[in-house]
């Protein structure tokens, strides 16, 4: 999971790799539009971060968020002032009111690293949508999808901020795991520090399997907002 040390460098790191936020958000808007019309939407996005996303989907519906991270809810609160934006756990949140749409955007899904936690989650966020109401998650990758000993290695390279991040992907069964070794450069030195993700890789039928213990139907489209697809769930 990421640490408070990453955030601070979080959006800058994901802008150089050209996060699109505002062409992701026109992805989701089409999809609830293609569903609800154009009338008033309350939306709710689950490990919303930063509040990237947020940013943009607020322009089309009346939007809140939450995030398991505090340091990442501050960041959003900023961003998207006059939001409500809480902190919680996908699987135990409690907001006490329902939404037309729950989204959970930028394989955010992948943290819950067992099937028993992923299916706890979808029933918790599908607690939260209204009968009618739709819930869009999109996924990590499938078993088969990533490689092991995959290295990335993002930079950020400004005058007063170098960021360097890297990692090496490990694959082993259904779990996908790689450790961020951040570099720090600013005028005052020079820090490393390594934060540790794990991430459960659920094939097609586990996740709509999960939906439908939810009492959700579901599609899948499998292009999504950044070719790694999007489940398109519809509560009765």
């Excluded at 067992?114 to 209204?130: C, I, W």
């Excluded at 951040?182 to 039928?205: D, I, S």
Aim: proline share 3%; aromatic share 10%; hydrophobic share 35%.
């Amino acid at each position: 999971m990421y640490i408070p040390d990453s955030v601070p460098y979080y959006d800058k790191l994901y802008e150089a790799q050209g996060k699109d936020y505002r062409g992701e958000a026109a992805y989701v808007r089409d999809v609830i539009r293609s569903r609800r019309g154009t009338r008033k939407t309350s939306l709710l996005d689950v490990g919303c971060g930063t509040g990237g996303h947020l940013v943009y989907l607020r322009k089309d519906f009346d939007v809140e968020g939450v995030d398991v991270g505090l340091e990442f809810v501050k960041v959003a609160r900023a961003k998207v002032p006059r939001t409500k934006i809480y902190v919680g756990d996908m699987r135990t949140f409690s907001i006490g009111k329902e939404y037309d749409v729950v989204t959970c955007l930028f394989s955010s899904i992948g943290y819950m690293d067992t099937y028993g936690k992923l299916v706890s989650a979808l029933r918790n966020m599908a607690r939260h949508v209204r009968a009618g109401g739709v819930m869009l998650i999109e996924p990590w990758f499938s078993p088969g999808q990533i490689a092991n000993g995959r290295v990335s290695v993002t930079s950020v390279d400004e005058e007063k901020l170098k960021v360097v991040r890297m990692s090496t992907t490990k694959v082993e069964g259904a779990i996908s795991s790689f450790d961020f070794h951040y570099l720090v450069g600013t005028p005052q030195g020079t820090t490393h520090f390594v934060e540790k993700h794990r991430l459960g890789m659920f094939t097609r039928e586990e996740m709509t399997g999960a939906f439908e213990k939810c009492r959700l139907s579901v599609e899948f489209d499998k292009v999504g907002p950044t070719g790694r697809g999007m489940y398109i769930g519809q509560k009765s």
